[in-house]
């Protein structure tokens, strides 16, 4: 995902800042040293800017850091914190306030929870245009059965995506009834089929899947249950209304 400008802004600081609080400590002890010196008290060997920046003593300066107790005959070292850990823990500091600021604060950027409810919103109105695109193409007045296999496969699957659960996986009928037979509560041709799913039957608890479906997968769907017609599996459902020759 590519970086906002507020995002490149926010990390320039960041690393600015930081840049910032180093120079400043540098020029601080370097300051403090010269006083020391000025004053006529004893000053250590200067050390490289990065001796400085690891804040580790030689081996040979080690017996300065150790502390007074011991315990049975191991002396503990009275080493700082590595100046280069501070700025670490300085940095994460800043970035903390900063980021608390942008995302929660003031709220210009999106969390993880507001990008998914975006890219959520943004694939609903994908698919929406979709279904628009194909609105008019098919409709209860003009459809007709298809026969080419892949119809039929893809039928299948919006079947077993969406049918299964009321009218079996094999069309025997459950909370709906039996699609294998010739017996139609609501007609049994492609354009009854068709116009059924496409409006639902709310009395029956039939919904209508206008919303979740195109008319293209209707068609299919449509098609693909018209060929469950004679394959009487078992434990097929009661006949329910009129018998269609």
């Known amino acids: 995902m590519a970086l906002t400008f ?3 802004w926010l990390i320039s600081l960041i690393f600015l800042t930081g840049i910032i609080i180093m120079v400043v400590t540098l020029q601080l002890n370097s300051a403090l040293k010269k006083l020391a010196k000025n004053s006529n008290a004893p000053v250590e060997e200067e050390l490289s800017w990065w001796e400085k920046f690891k804040g580790l003593k030689p081996l040979e300066q080690e017996r300065e850091l150790v502390m007074e ?4 005959g191991i002396a503990e070292l009275d080493n700082p914190t590595p100046p280069w850990f501070m700025y670490l823990f300085y940095l994460t500091i800043i970035f903390g306030v900063i980021y608390g600021a942008y995302y929660h604060v003031y709220q210009d950027g999106h969390i993880q929870d507001a990008e998914y409810k975006t890219e959520v919103a943004a694939a609903e109105k994908a698919r929406e245009a979709y279904m628009k695109q194909f609105a008019n193409s098919v409709n209860e007045d003009n459809v007709t059965a298809s026969t080419a ?3 039929l496969t893809e039928g299948s699957q919006i079947y077993t995506t969406n049918c299964v659960a009321c009218h079996g996986d094999k069309g025997q009928g459950g909370v709906g009834p039996n699609l294998t037979d010739k017996f139609w509560i609501h007609g049994g041709g492609i354009k009854d089929l068709f116009k059924t799913i496409t409006h639902g039957i709310p009395e029956k608890g039939m919904i209508a899947w206008e919303k979740t479906l195109n008319p293209l997968q209707i068609q299919k769907v ?5 060929t469950l017609q004679g394959t009487n599996p ?4 009661e006949p329910q209304g009129e018998e269609v020759k």
Do not use: F, N, R, V
Not at 69 to 72: G, L, N, Q, V
Not at 222 to 226: A, E, G, Q, T, W
Not at 234 to 237: E, I, L, Q, S, T
């Open 149 to 151: 296999a892949k119809d």
């Open 69 to 72: 107790h011991t315990y049975d």
């Open 234 to 237: 078992p434990g097929a459902k």
């Open 6 to 8: 507020m995002e490149i």
């Open 222 to 226: 449509s098609s693909y249950i018209l």
